[in-house]
């Protein structure tokens, strides 16, 4: 053989260093998926370098065991992984183990499934009619089913439909912006507000990609909002629609990079969808582009729509990021020129934003106007919602249904035995519950110190449900929260319920300010939306601020007039004032980035955080202290307090307990390190790693620290 015999090959682990083999005579390629053996085990990697030259001793190197019959990893996906790696701060490994779970990749045409769907309906209504004696009833079902024949004809459409839309002339307007950016190789940023169609203008954007026989990866934050948008979508692109889930029935790759490679398709999945073989990728939609859903908290603990970006360059693909409230640093991308904001501020259909009303819930209280958690208003606006047949989302961000308990003799509060936070407590079970590692034990109702009472403090949802129903008993309830949403069946069952008014009231946690699309509603209201302001985070009011104008957007799509209800103790934060317009500036974006830039916040900034964990609390907090002096030593600064303005280029704090500082029977310290962006950003954070895999190395402690970069 010739100089090609070492080669480096990435495993699916945390390794800092990709192990050298021998190619055994075997024809490889960069990208080929291989057969070795690793410390005892044997995994498939992938070949990273070819012609590699080993920096141990090359007798000690092992042959690769065999080459697998799958087809490489692209050259873009390597790109990509690498990118991410040097990035986020993690190992390639880590990356391709996120990429390339083992087993379990589903990607279906959606347009295939609707029809089966479809056709499985229409022949049960069919068979209905044919037993069906009563005119009345033999009429319903004709009308279901002329209904459903006339779906199934939009539906079994083949080929997407290019003259599908018209665009609106404000949305044509933004259109043409869109493409101006595209020409100019820019990113658009559409801010569009909720029902001014923006949907409909990545449609168009799809469309016009598919006619030049390119792909399509349309991104949205969650797996539920892909749902509700595969059939809307798939009206206009057919058998040309895939859905990506992760961790669903198991389809080979494989079949993916072939349909792939013919052209003319659109993905659209969450963010494990930009992992895919992609090809020929002409556009990359990010939509709800601010969501926080997008980042994700384990290794690697990447954001996908920044992730997008870096795919996007790779592929030299237009990207396009919309939201109805866009994230801060897109905003500054815009003003800083990289990107181009692109506005639609009218509804399609027209009508007004839905109205605000805030209930100072401690002067309520002091006027006996509270019943359990709602206000008699509030509670008033329910009851007219009820009589003309609307609909209300009530929004409480706490699930269970209380939680904290309480020792009514002693005091007493029960917290998980694995991790430093109370146990919820969960009504329909019977059990107490950690909702950090899932620890559940039998609520008994007698306090394990003393035997006193139990008493639940606070209403999480299920408590809320069980509020309303008591006030509402004629009302149609239903929950939405990650309890419920853990049945995907069930979570589909409820949001299509509500779709189709077979429900009045539906509470849920966050996920019901997400993107949905509920023609009946007139009221949305957020209980004790103290909860949202209340996070000791600077990000806290930016985010209460999306999380509170998306849920008000989920009301009077359709052109209708909607309100708006927030129940809070702290009538007058600066949040409200700014969602109602009453602000004394107009401009809280230009405000929000002044006071970061004047911190040294981001955008401004670049936050990484070393979140380090060891079950042995006192070898965690000597090591965690000396990596921090290390950290301090390589970039010739003192550790600062968490307050106070960004001094030169590089600040560290910590190492500090968390808020929550054990999980799962591991204790957690942070040291949180402030990145200026600066000509210096890349060499700091060159140095950073450098100094942790020394650290690492030299007090043998791998394996305890995880660097969190941009942390949401
Ligand atoms: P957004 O995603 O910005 O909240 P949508 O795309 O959901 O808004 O649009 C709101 C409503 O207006 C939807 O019912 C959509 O079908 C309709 N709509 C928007 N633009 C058009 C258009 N050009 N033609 C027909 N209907 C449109
Ligand atoms: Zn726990």
Known sequence: MDGKEFITVILPLRLAWNPWYAAGGHALVRGSRVRVTFAGKTYTGVVDQLEAEPQVDVTKI?????????????EEELALWHFIARYYLCTVGEVYKSAYPAGKIAVEQAGSRNRERLEARLEKRRDMLRKARRDSTRERYAAEIAALEARLAGAVRKEPDFASIQLSPTQSDA??????????????????????GKTELYVQLALETLAQGKNVLYLVPEIALSRQLEDRLSA????????FHSGETIVHRRDVAATLREGSYVVL?????????????GLIVVDEEHDSSYKQDTAPRYQGRDTAVMLGSIHRSHVILGSATPSLESLY?????????????EKYHGGNAAGIEIIDTIAERRKRGMTGSFSRKLIGHLDRTLQTGGQAVILRSRRAYSPVVQCAECGAIPKCPNCNVTLSYHKDTGRLACHHCGHQEAYTGTCPSCGGALQPIGAGTQRIEEELQALFPQARIARLDSDTAQDKHREAQVIRDFAQRKTDFLIGTQIVTKGFDFEGLSLVAVLQADALLGQQDFRADEHALQLLEQFRGRCARRGDDGLFVIQTAQADHPVYRQLTGTAASQDFIGDLLAERQAFGYPPYSRIIVLVCRDANLPRLETLTRRLADELCAAFVIRPTLLAGPLQGSVQLTGPYAPPVDRVAGQHIRHIRLILRKDASLSANKQLLADTLARFEKESRYAGHVFPDVDPA
């Open 269 to 281: 999945g969450t963010r494990s969808a930009l992992f895919l073989p992609h090809h020929d990728l």
């Open 175 to 196: 259109l043409s912006k869109i493409h101006k950016a595209f020409f100019n190789n820019k990113i658009a940023l559409l801010h569009g507000v909720t029902g001014s």
């Open 62 to 74: 092992m042959e690769i065991n065999s080459v697998e019959d799958l087809p490489p990893i692209t």
């Open 236 to 243: 206009f692109f057919g058998d040309r629609l895939l859905t």
């Open 333 to 345: 991308n815009c003003r800083s020129g990289r990107y181009v904001l692109v506005p639609l501020a």
